[in-house]
Structure formats: structure tokens, C-alpha cells
């Protein structure tokens, strides 16, 4: 079967300013932009790419018109898919000229300006060096010199990658499932590059746009945003009431900590900052990291290279990493005062990424089988793709609101969006509407509900919150396989044919294992899932590490 081409472009250079997404949204455009008679003149861009949006609303169609005019002489001539794709860069760099500031990440990821950085290259790469610096395989390639490509080199292997994602989120990939070889075959840098972007998209990183043919070629625009969005989750991990319990002093009464929990770690960082700042004396209420950060006494001091090296000096005396350079701050990076920012908070409230890695649920011993499953649906949930990143099963769906987006993932169309509250929701009783809803759709699902009210969910009742879950992971699973049932002559496929395939798998490969149901209590001892994994990829259990299972470890 021909492999997956694409949008081609004659020019190389061309071809390289893009991704395959964002070719073929283009070439869909171009294509509805044409005449009856399948031309497009020149003359008529302007107005065309403003009536679809083309390029946002950064750019007004005044605007548009008069930067053809002046770059092209002849507006009556025919505009082909290549020279539209060259107008639509020109207009991009003008829009991105007049439209600078962009929020954290966002830039690298999906403006097709591709510019990069030198100062948030340069701050990574030390991220980098710093807390990959001594791992076993990394260690031939770091450190990292920031003034050349190496950055984008090493990671087409994908295994920088996938550790520095281990950094950021500790256990989320297991480190035997990543090739390691010296020299790795374009098979296996695919896998890594796959495991690579599936763990970033469960961890909360945006991939809409990413593939593993852009880690592969060199697009370091893509490579470097992704590197961006992997740090950030790392440096506000610790940025919520769960691992910090001290943000409770910013606000007042209970209303106010719902509404807390509800923001983003950015937007307790910034609240965060602004009550130091009023502590300290200073009126003026910060809402960015970048051009409100310029201003470093407020409204008496313009910030010189002298005040922002004045700052990187108490910051050092803090035993503060430094993320920025006084130019960076002077110029107001958002990024990188974002992560310098979160490395004061961290600071400040003595806490350390990498000693505190799990959250206070986690560290209960008696709710461990709890935990676990709190983690595995957490992941689940992340890697659906929804609009909401959640950091803790239990308190993060307690509004409804991600469980109905979790709900229309699997079965799109059954959420009725016109009676669902969106947060941040204060009314206690528009949060029991939204779990409300989540039942009644569970009920129609066929899930098995008995005696389970909205307010449970409300109320954040564990068991009865992972029991929902289970059901709509099953259900999202089975949906899967029901989409693929024209392998099986159109028969929808069952618990009973997954049963039967995954024994005959285990069987087929030599083993002797088998599970009568998925009650099966030999499943606890995970030989069954080792081995059915192995009739799959044989190379991907590393059998010298697996136990026979008999005892429980200890502290569970």
C-alpha cells in the first residue's frame, strides 16, 4: 500500500516553512478562495484571505490590500498554490511585526513566522544540561553548547525528549520502552518520537500541530516549542493548593479557594505575585509576564540593563536558576519570566521539583490502590485531547465541566452544551447541574449508576468518581473497537471476542497463561498482560526483571 504523501511543494525551502497540517488547511483555503473558472487574481487576495480569516484577526483587509499593492506591481495576474503560500508568509511576518507579544508556548507552536529565540534556546539548553546532565545515555551528548543546532540534533534520536518529559512529570513513560542504542535504525528513532508525543499530549502538552516527521526533520521552530511547553509543566508543577497549601493565604473564604483551584497555574502564578508585590508596597497590579514585568518599580522606574542585573543578582543570592539574561527582561519575554517567576515561587515556598514529586494524595499510604488509579484515569483523561488539563482526578472534576468534555470525546454529540455551566463556576449548585447531566448521560450509556447523584461527583466521593471513569474508559475503548468491526464482517465486537482474541494472542506466542474473565484474579500478578505484551512486540518486556508476583511490595 503507497505510503501517506501529502501536500507537496515544488521549492524545497518552501516546503519546509510548514507543516503537513498546516499545508493542507492552506491548500483547503486556496482552493475556496478560487473563481468558477478555478483562477484567483491577485487583486482580489486581499479581500478573499480577510473574508475567510485568513492569518487571524491581526491584520485588518485595509492592511492586506495595501501590503499587495505595494510588494507587487501586477495585480491582475493568476495566484497559483506556491505563490499564495509566499503572500501568506509576507503577511505573516507584517502581522506578527504589528502583533508581537503572544502568549507562553504558543508562538513556537503554531505561528508560521519560525523564528527562534536565541535567549529561550540558550535557557533550555541550560534547563537541559542541568537536570539531564548525568543520565547514563545522554551524557556522551551534553552538555549541550546553546550557541550551535546540537539542541535540534540530538533530539531527532527522541530520547531527550522522552526524559526530559520523565523531569517534568516522573513516571509517566517507563525508560525500558525508549531505544537507547548507540545507533539508532529510523524504525526505532519512530517509536521513540511516537512515545515522545503521546506522553507529552497526557502530561497537558499541545501536539495538534506536531508529528514525528517534524521531530525527525529539521523543523526547530516545532522542536523547541514542544521543549517550551515540557519545561513549563515541570516548573508549575508545584503551582496549586494540593502541593502548595500555603496559596491558601491569597485568598479570603472558602467561595474564594473554589475559584483558586479553578485557575490555571499561570493565573495563580500571577496572583501570587501580585500579593508579594503588595506586601512589598508596590500598587500596580501585574497581569502579564511581559510588558508589566518591563516595568520593574511600576510606575516610578523604566527598567535598565542595570535594574534587571540588579534583579539577576538578588535572584542568584536566593540560590534562584537563572532562566534570563537583563536583556530578557528589559525586552519583557514572557516565556522566560514566566520561568523565572515560577523558580522564585518555588524558592520562596521550599519546595524542589525534584524532591516533591507526587502529590499529597499520592503520599497516603492507606489510599495507594486509590492513587494509582487516580493517576492512570488522570493520564487518560490528559490524553483525550480536551480544551482542560486536570492535575488531580478528584478535585478537578468535581464541576462537571471535564467530565462532560471527557463524556463528548467518547460519544460526540450526547453532551447538551446549552444546559452546561463553564468554569470558573462559584454558584455550588451550577457545579450539581453539570454532574447531573454527567449521570443522566451515564444512565443512557448504560453505565451502571445505581444510587449515584450528582452531588456525589459535587462532593468529590472517590470511589463512586473512578467507578464513572472505569465505565467511560470502557466505553471509549469499546467505542474504539466498534469503529474497527469491519475486521470482523461487520460484527460489533464484544467483551467476549477482546477475551478471546488476547488468550489466543498469549497462546499463539508459545505461553501458557490465560485469564477466564476480566475479574480473573490472576490478573493481579500482571504475568498475563507481560506476556500478552510480549505476543505483540517481543522485544518490549525485559523478562530478567519480572518477578513470579506471589508477594505485595512493601509500603503498599
Not at 241 to 268: A, N
Not at 269 to 278: C, E, G, H, V
Not at 408 to 421: M, R
Not at 480 to 495: A, P, Q, R, V, Y
Request: glycine share 6%; charged share 25%; aromatic share 8%.
Amino acid at each position: 500500500m503507497a505510503g501517506f504523501v501529502g501536500v507537496l511543494v515544488s521549492d524545497p525551502w518552501l516546503q519546509n516553512q510548514f507543516t503537513q497540517v498546516e499545508l493542507q488547511s492552506l491548500k483547503a483555503q486556496f482552493l475556496s478562495m478560487r473563481d468558477h473558472g478555478g483562477g484567483l487574481r491577485l487583486g482580489d487576495l486581499a479581500a478573499k484571505m480577510s473574508k475567510l480569516k485568513i492569518i487571524g484577526d491581526g491584520i485588518s483587509e485595509e492592511e492586506r490590500d495595501s501590503f499587495v499593492k505595494q510588494s507587487y506591481a501586477n495585480l491582475d495576474s493568476d495566484v497559483d498554490f506556491e505563490f499564495f503560500l509566499r503572500v501568506y508568509l509576507k503577511m505573516q511576518v507584517q502581522a506578527g511585526a504589528k502583533n508581537s507579544s503572544s502568549a507562553f508556548l504558543k508562538a513556537a507552536t503554531t505561528t508560521l513566522l519560525h523564528t527562534i529565540s536565541e535567549s529561550e534556546k540558550a535557557s533550555y539548553v541550560s534547563h537541559i544540561n542541568n537536570y539531564l546532565g548525568d543520565d547514563s545515555f545522554l551524557k556522551r551528548y551534553l552538555p549541550i553548547d546553546p550557541l550551535t543546532n546540537d539542541l535540534f540534533e540530538i533530539s531527532k534520536h527522541g530520547v531527550l525528549l522522552c526524559k526530559l518529559i520523565n523531569v517534568a512529570v516522573p513516571g509517566t513513560i517507563d525508560e525500558r520502552t525508549i531505544n537507547t542504542k548507540k545507533v539508532l535504525n529510523p524504525w526505532e528513532k519512530n517509536e521513540n518520537h511516537t512515545l515522545c508525543l503521546n506522553s507529552a499530549k497526557a502530561i497537558g502538552c499541545t501536539v495538534v500541530n506536531i508529528g514525528t516527521c517534524c521531530l525527525v526533520c529539521f523543523q526547530p521552530h516545532l522542536v523547541l516549542g514542544l521543549i517550551s511547553q515540557i519545561i513549563k509543566i515541570q516548573l508549575l508543577a508545584d503551582v496549586n493548593l494540593s502541593r502548595t497549601p500555603q496559596l491558601v493565604e491569597l485568598v479570603d473564604d472558602s467561595k474564594d479557594i473554589e475559584e483558586l483551584m479553578s485557575l490555571s497555574p499561570e493565573k495563580i502564578l500571577l496572583r501570587w505575585m501580585n500579593f508579594q508585590l503588595k506586601k512589598g508596597g508596590f500598587k500596580r497590579l501585574i497581569t502579564n509576564f511581559s510588558s508589566d514585568v518591563k516595568v520593574c518599580q511600576l510606575d516610578i522606574y523604566k527598567v535598565t540593563d542595570e535594574r534587571a542585573k540588579l534583579v539577576l543578582e538578588h535572584a542568584d543570592r536566593m540560590g534562584c536558576k537563572r532562566y534570563l539574561t537583563p536583556k530578557d527582561i528589559v525586552e519583557g519575554s514572557p516565556n522566560l519570566n514566566l520561568a523565572f517567576v515560577a523558580h522564585i515561587f518555588q524558592k520562596r515556598n521550599g519546595l524542589s521539583s525534584q524532591m516533591k514529586q507526587i502529590s499529597f494524595l499520592e503520599s497516603m499510604p492507606d489510599d495507594a490502590q486509590i492513587s494509582r488509579e487516580e493517576r492512570s484515569f488522570r493520564l487518560w483523561i490528559n490524553s483525550l485531547g480536551i480544551s482542560t488539563y486536570i492535575n488531580n482526578v478528584f478535585e478537578d472534576l468535581r464541576d462537571g465541566w471535564v467530565l462532560l468534555e471527557a463524556i463528548d470525546k467518547a460519544s460526540p454529540g450526547v453532551v447538551c452544551w446549552k444546559f452546561a455551566n463553564k468554569p470558573p463556576i462559584k454558584m455550588p449548585f451550577r457545579k450539581v447541574e453539570n454532574c447531573n447531566q454527567v449521570v443522566k448521560i451515564g444512565k443512557q450509556l448504560k453505565f451502571s449508576l445505581v444510587n449515584v447523584a450528582g452531588n456525589d461527583i459535587v462532593q468529590g466521593n472517590k470511589k463512586l468518581i473512578l467507578a464513572f471513569l472505569w465505565q467511560l474508559m470502557r466505553y471509549n475503548i469499546l467505542q474504539l473497537l466498534k469503529n474497527l468491526k469491519f475486521h470482523s464482517h461487520g460484527k460489533e465486537i464484544t467483551d467476549a471476542d477482546i477475551l478471546k482474541w488476547a488468550n489466543c494472542k498469549v497462546k499463539d506466542s508459545g505461553r501458557h497463561s490465560r485469564m477466564e474473565s476480566f475479574k480473573d484474579k490472576k490478573l493481579s500478578n500482571g504475568i498475563f498482560f507481560l506476556e500478552l505484551l510480549t505476543s505483540v512486540e517481543p522485544q518490549v518486556v525485559n523478562w530478567s526483571l519480572v518477578t513470579r508476583g506471589d508477594s505485595v511490595p512493601s509500603g503498599e
